[in-house]
């Protein structure tokens, strides 16, 4: 019997950090180690950009 493996890690949001984007189809994310940056969120939205055909909605909750 196989068990399902569990990954025990501590951690605060100081150090790890995420992007994510939501389509009909799929849904998209990176992991940052500590805050983001402007330089990674112009990335991954360039990177996001290039997977979409239609223009992007963004909502920026700032949470």
Do not use: C
């Not at 992007?19 to 112009?42: E, N, P, V, W």
């Amino acid at each position: 019997m196989d068990d399902t493996p569990i990954l025990r890690h501590s951690f605060t949001w100081k150090q790890l950090s995420a992007i994510a984007a939501l389509s009909f189809r799929q849904f998209y994310f990176r992991f940052f180690a500590g805050a983001i940056r402007t330089g990674q969120i112009i990335e991954s939205l360039g990177a996001l950009k290039r997977h979409m055909e239609k223009p992007l909605l963004i909502v920026w909750d700032g949470a």
